[in-house]
């Protein structure tokens, strides 16, 4: 036997320990040439069904897998056959063991008393106090530069984490009454706007980990070719590359079945998208995000607006000869308070729109406006008749007191003016 192997005794109860009833967790740390190498393996339940997450972390390097049952017995394999100076720590229901291989190569295992936890791959079964705490989001956190080495929050990173973490918590209750058999249908959540991708791989994980969705996919969009690329390699990292995809391109131009077919995937043309999100698509690009969601015939709609500018330079330019922005003149005039009544109408106006096409549509705060002043998220959820007088006339009031015409009107076109053909 070489100095610092473990012998075969060892190594067996190793084997059972980790592949028999009640494992846990294992976590080996390795040290060699003045750097760390640590590899940890878990239970998780994707989409009710049990695998096992190997995290590699190779000097702050993170790489995960996930692994079935032989998967795991040859990963397990190679935590026992490592060399050098390390630390193993296996936790079963059962108790801890704990081995320690010195420099010497002396091996020194030492076992707990015998413990009576429960070992439990259900995520439901944890105590939810947010979503992303509500599943192993380590890798996750560290993986998108949320969370340092350590797995800590990074205190730049704060304000983001909350926001996905809120953001999260709406799409959980849009979907609260989705049911054990819808869930198991396939899922496609389109991300427009994407940028780093934070929401776009907390979605997968949340819907997949937690909330049980059997057969989701998630697509990030977004026209900037450097963070698509980043996006791409975190999906590698995270072992999700069929799962969570990331395209280069316009909104405005992206063929969502023909980017599924190319990327191998079933394109499902009745209904390209279940649900569309994003997460402060500057300026007109929310309005595409709407657009697209009614285009590719999505079931539900979850946006949190960014800036927004189109209104103001209208409302700002034609205050002279329009009736209503004289009487607001003295709102207008003030660039904050224009601001903030351009943002509000716009919002209003996409939520009608919403409304009028057939979607149950909330306007609801998100996040604190401590953390952001891009707090208003509009939820959305297709099922009632289009073209409600209701909806028709309070959009067409609104729009013909202000004399404007929303940027979501003209981009949507035939799609939602033949309601309004309608009325007037
Ligand atoms: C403020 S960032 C938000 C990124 C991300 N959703 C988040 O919350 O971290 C807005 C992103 O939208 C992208 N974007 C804006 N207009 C777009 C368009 N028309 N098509 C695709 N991406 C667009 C930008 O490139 C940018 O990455």
């Known amino acids: 036997m070489e100095r610092g192997e473990l012998d075969e005794a060892l190594a067996e109860e190793i084997r059972a320990r980790v592949l028999g009833e009640g494992f846990m967790k294992i976590v080996q740390t390795v040290r060699r040439n003045g750097k760390t190498f640590r590899i940890s393996m878990r239970p998780v339940s994707i989409g009710g069904v049990t695998r096992y997450q190997a995290e590699m972390v190779d000097d702050g390097q993170v790489c995960v897998k996930n692994l079935d049952a032989n998967g795991a017995a040859e990963g397990l ?20 063991l704990h081995v320690r291989v010195t420099k010497k190569g002396h091996v020194m295992a030492t076992r707990s008393a015998e413990m009576d936890r429960v070992a439990s791959v259900q995520p439901h079964d944890r105590v939810k106090k947010t979503p992303l705490a509500s599943f192993d989001a380590t890798a996750l956190l560290r993986v998108l530069g ?19 973490n809120e953001f999260l918590k709406v799409v959980e209750d849009v979907l609260k009454n989705e049911k054990p058999e819808d869930k198991a249908r396939p899922f496609t959540v389109v991300d427009c706007g994407c940028g780093k991708a934070y929401l776009t791989q907390a979605l997968y994980f949340h819907l997949t980990r937690s909330l049980g969705f059997a057969n989701v996919r998630v697509v990030g969009v977004d026209r900037r070719a450097d963070v698509v690329d980043a996006a791409k390699k975190m999906s590698v990292q995270l072992d999700v590359v069929d799962k969570v995809l990331f395209a280069c391109a316009d909104l405005a131009t992206f063929d969502l079945p023909a980017f599924l077919t190319a990327c191998g995937q079933d394109a499902a043309p009745v209904n390209a998208a279940t649900m569309v999100v994003s997460l402060h698509a500057c300026d007109t690009a929310t309005d595409e995000a709407l657009a697209r969601g009614v285009e590719w015939k999505a079931r539900y709609i979850v946006s949190a607006p960014c800036c927004q500018h189109e209104l103001q330079k209208v409302l700002g330019k034609s205050a002279g000869a329009n009736a209503a922005a004289r009487s607001f003149a003295g709102v207008l005039r003030h660039g904050i308070l224009r601001e903030r009544l351009c943002d509000i109408l716009t919002d209003t106006f996409r939520a009608q729109i919403l409304r009028i096409l057939g979607f149950r549509t909330q306007v609801v705060e998100f996040v604190s406006p401590d953390a952001t002043a891009r707090n208003i998220l509009l939820r959305a959820e297709y099922g009632v008749k289009p073209g409600q007088n209701g909806a028709v006339s309070e959009y067409l009031d609104l729009r013909d007191f202000w004399k404007v015409t929303p940027w979501l009107e003209t981009r949507l076109g035939d799609t939602l003016s033949r309601y309004l053909e309608r009325y007037e």
């Open 77 to 96: 394999e190679e935590i026992i056959a490592q060399r050098g100076v390390r630390d193993l720590h296996l936790m079963t229901a059962k108790g801890d």
């Open 146 to 164: 949320i969370a340092d080495g350590e797995g800590n929050i990074r205190a730049s990173m704060r304000g983001k984490y909350d926001q996905v």
